[in-house]
């Protein structure tokens, strides 16, 4: 006797019940000489829902679906993620039907509700373990954080289980495969079982699914790794102990900083909002800058150079080369490129606010109503033909506020708002090893937001590599200004950049969405508030 | 014997521990000559410091200042809501301190996780009674959500105490005063013993707190309650049965809607969010309409004439009676008024866009463009003079998207965000009864965007009591379509609100924060993904 288990690592809607059903009742179907399918977390409604579990007609839909995905089990066992509504809670859940019936049902014991997670919002913890005996065999059963509490998974060591099973929704870091993959042959080596671990692939606002769902044998060994980022199907057989039976080698762990990964993730963000979102495309203002040229390739990769419109946006601050660089790398990707001389708008508007600026000097007024016209500029583009506009800033601009509300954050997706500056100019690299798309001048010349005349970003800003150090620091890690000083940084440097991430999380609060790709991302990540006195003082180290 | 009791209701700065404290200690030191002080909940770091939690200098800040007010307790007693820190847990706590010590210690076992509420991201529920014996009395101790429900009240009930005190953060909205009085003398006439109940004031982002600190006997009777939205003390004596000592009359319940007390909301939501950031004041533009007429009032109200400016930014579209109103109510009101053409700036736009739009119709295109360009004439002055943008968009406007981004929605705060339509109607007359300040034609023409010739709200929207239902009953009391249109609604019109509502998730996300008012309000209280299948496909009843 053997086991045959097919994994469906898939790319679900929010929302869509019947959409994802049917998609699911055809995997059900296509599969149905194999012993078990196994789809991820939630995956009725797609994760995560929000506030719609709160609705009644969310309620009733999801009910009535998982009702016929009930009746597809004729002939294969199913697992699947649902919510349970029972009274006045709700469960997070998995169930296991076969022959049209529920054979087991599971409740979620561990509830995230740190960092991008609510869980605790929505759900109410489940206290029985899961347990199922199918085909004669004992399998434990887990969703997601379960497997990262020591509670859920000691309920299962004393409970004689040939297999473990789990199910998960668990959103991409740049550290996250690795952490996964350390955990789960940890988790068999403790319980002495192999474990099929499956996961969702695909973008959901902020967040980015990468699958990476495999099997692991008792021994710890990972013998299967799905595709990342992708979508797929594996089948694994297991023999009479359920070993698993594959000849193939053995996968290599992902790499601990794996900029491939990181550009995968964020093409895949920007595709899957653009397409969930019904948009016909995109646009963005490509200003020569390495920031738009990175976002321009990646919304290429994303969508096709069809679907891309970059337009530059020139004033008597852009240098001659930041428009030939925009041309150059409009070419080489094939997209559209228009350019559209945001003077006439910028003089009209000081022309008009000249009686209300008698006796004040120039000052980031001038600078920031240069981004907000070109910001005007893409929204009309938009707006005329359907076009989402990605907006560019990285994320030490947004964490310093070194950009204008309206203006250059004007558009509805951040492509890099996880994406420390350093690490743009490596992700330019690594694209440009793929195919030639950035020119190389745009990755060597020293960044400037050309908004006054000669100006360079380091003129306001500590360089690069030292602002995304105490950056990291600073918001990732937590630190104090103490304990950033005690690492060697300079501590008028440290205020600074501190006040500065403290100051503008006005800025932030109405910043497009972007996907996260770093342990703590702006978003719902981090939640600051907009009014605190906590930065506005100074107090002793 | 008898007791002599201190309610301090006051308006804490979150973050700003060292300013709170001072606050704290003054306090004290004035009011040594009564047995107790009564602080609120998380009094010495404001509530909610959010995230701010987790870093350790802001642990390290607390901690010093709390042991500086336990120091000062030398001849009082002190109850006082802290954060607790305990290896890798927090508690959301109260510690009484009396001579200098700590005499007990009580942490909030009922954390909300619902609402706007994210408790149980920060803290651990605490798991034992609260209970002190003070100069011969038993009193009971709890925290805000551990008096709304059942389990840390029983735990009480068997303990003999004589009085309960209760430290609360316990946002505003339109029914909650209502509802607290109603709770607080329910569990007064449980237990058998008086209440005092303790609650902050303030502006927080968009949290409002109303204060209404009350003493209420055994008997259920409220006979002491502090001012609504104003910071105030109350000396309150007991006797030597812990029986109130006052004679003034039994105040009365709070109106079920009280536009007065909504109306002193958004003023102390204003007030707060202005000073507490620092802004020199705030600009806003005039229309003419309701919105910003309400909105203009509400600003003067708060801030003072001086610190408040009207821009009128009329196009072809605008009425000449807009310009008259809106002039009137600026000297009504005694603000200063410019006005500001936008054409020039709106014909540079079309202008430069004109090649792009070769061959396309006008549409929302050249609507948005309008309002753009006004939002770029705001934020200019903002940037020049350091005074907040107030934005005006009224919460049928918000749920239905009928607004611009970068456009009438840049700014950094909507004062009428959660006020429907129908209730900016009411909310206007209120304000005249207090001096005539809205001029009434504002209030009784039809509501017009003027962003198209002769355009009316109600040519897009349906009229604003049936959308304002309609809105109500699927954003606050998350009906279906089936059950909206049980209650009497047209099913096309409920279908395209709800339609309206749900794409226009992207908007909202980039709105600038505004004051709670009602049970859910777009913000915190309420997460709906932007990517979501829910509402994009027709379903059937």
């Known amino acids: 006797m053997t086991l045959s288990v097919v994994l469906a690592q898939k790319n679900w809607y929010v929302g869509d019940i019947e959409g994802n059903t049917a998609r699911i009742i055809q995997l059900i179907n296509n599969n149905q000489h194999h012993d078990l399918i196994v789809f991820s977390e939630l995956a009725v409604c797609g994760y995560p829902p929000e506030d719609l579990l709160f609705r009644d007609d969310f309620r009733e839909r999801c009910e009535t679906q998982l009702a016929h995905i009930a009746q597809a089990?004729?002939?294969?066992?199913?697992?699947?993620?649902?919510p349970t509504w029972q009274g006045e809670v709700i469960y997070n859940s998995l169930s296991?039907?076969?022959?049209?019936?529920?054979?087991?049902?599971?409740?979620?014991?561990?509830?995230?509700?740190?960092d991008v997670f609510d869980e605790?919002?929505?759900?109410?913890?489940?206290?029985?373990?899961?347990?199922?005996?199918?085909?004669?065999?004992?399998?434990?059963?887990?969703?997601?954080?379960?497997?990262?509490?020591?509670?859920?998974?000691?309920?299962?060591?004393?409970?004689?289980?040939?297999?473990?099973?789990?199910?998960?929704?668990?959103?991409?870091?740049?550290?996250?495969?690795?952490?996964?993959?350390?955990?789960?042959?940890?988790?068999?080596?403790?319980?002495?079982?192999?474990?099929?671990?499956?996961n969702q692939v695909g973008g959901q606002d902020e967040l980015v699914f990468d699958g990476q769902s495999l099997v692991c044998?008792?021994?710890g060994q990972v013998v299967c790794r799905l595709d990342a980022f992708n979508e797929s199907l594996a089948e694994v057989n297991f023999d009479q102990h359920l070993k698993p039976l594959i000849n193939a080698p053995l996968p290599t762990l992902p790499a601990p900083f794996d900029l491939a990964h990181i550009y995968q993730a964020l093409v895949l963000a920007v595709k899957d909002y653009v397409t969930k979102n019904g948009f016909q495309g995109v646009v963005l203002g490509l200003s020569g800058g390495i920031d738009s040229a990175l976002t321009l390739a990646i919304a290429v990769d994303a969508l096709g150079k069809d679907k891309v419109q970059a337009v530059m946006m020139p004033f008597k601050y852009t240098a001659d080369i930041s428009i030939a660089d925009a041309q150059q790398q409009a070419t080489l990707l094939g997209v559209e490129?228009?350019?559209?001389?945001?003077?006439?708008?910028?003089?009209?508007?000081?022309?008009?606010?000249?009686?209300?600026?008698?006796?004040?000097?120039?000052?980031?007024t001038e600078e920031n109503l240069q981004a907000r016209c070109r910001g005007v500029v893409l929204m009309a583009l938009s707006n005329k033909r359907h076009r989402l506009v990605l907006t560019t800033g990285n994320k030490s601009e947004m964490s310093v506020?070194?950009?204008?509300?309206?203006?250059?954050?004007?558009?509805?997706?951040?492509?890099?708002?996880d994406i420390p500056k350093t690490w743009v100019f490596e992700l330019a690299r690594y694209r440009n090893t793929r195919s030639y798309a950035i020119p190389e001048r745009v990755i060597t010349r020293p960044p400037s937001a050309e908004l006054a005349p000669e100006q360079k970003d380091e003129d306001s800003l500590p360089p690069?590599?030292?602002?995304?150090?105490?950056?990291?620091?600073?918001?990732?890690?937590?630190?104090?200004?103490?304990?950033?000083?005690?690492?060697?940084?300079?501590?008028?440097?440290?205020?600074?950049?501190?006040?500065?991430?403290?100051?503008?999380?006005?800025?932030?609060?109405?910043?497009?969405?972007?996907?996260?790709?770093?342990?703590?991302?702006?978003?719902?990540?981090?939640?600051?508030?907009?009014?605190?006195?906590?930065?506005?003082?100074?107090?002793?180290?």
């Open 73 to 82: 089990s004729q002939h294969c066992g199913v697992i699947i993620g649902h």
């Open 96 to 114: 296991f039907f076969y022959q049209g019936q529920c054979i087991a049902r599971y409740h979620k014991q561990q509830l995230p509700n740190y």
């Open 120 to 198: 605790k919002r929505y759900f109410t913890a489940g206290r029985q373990r899961g347990i199922v005996n199918f085909k004669g065999y004992r399998l434990g059963l887990l969703i997601c954080e379960d497997l990262w509490q020591t509670q859920p998974v000691e309920q299962l060591a004393s409970e004689d289980i040939q297999m473990l099973i789990t199910i998960n929704a668990s959103p991409y870091d740049y550290q996250k495969a690795q952490q996964r993959q350390q955990l789960i042959a940890k988790r068999a080596k403790q319980l002495h079982v192999p474990i099929i671990y499956v």
């Open 217 to 219: 044998g008792a021994d």
């Open 337 to 364: 490129f228009d350019i559209i001389s945001i003077e006439p708008m910028f003089e009209a508007f000081m022309q008009q606010l000249s009686p209300l600026f008698i006796g004040s000097q120039p000052d980031t």
């Open 401 to 417: 506020g070194y950009a204008t509300l309206y203006g250059d954050m004007a558009g509805g997706f951040d492509v890099l708002k």
């Open 464 to 541: 690069y590599p030292i602002l995304d150090a105490i950056l990291r620091g600073y918001i990732e890690e937590q630190l104090s200004v103490k304990a950033l000083v005690s690492q060697g940084y300079d501590e008028p440097t440290v205020r600074k950049v501190i006040k500065l991430v403290d100051i503008n999380e006005y800025k932030r609060r109405q910043s497009a969405i972007g996907p996260k790709i770093t342990m703590c991302n702006f978003g719902k990540g981090r939640r600051y508030p907009i009014t605190s006195g906590f930065g506005r003082k100074n107090w002793s180290l």
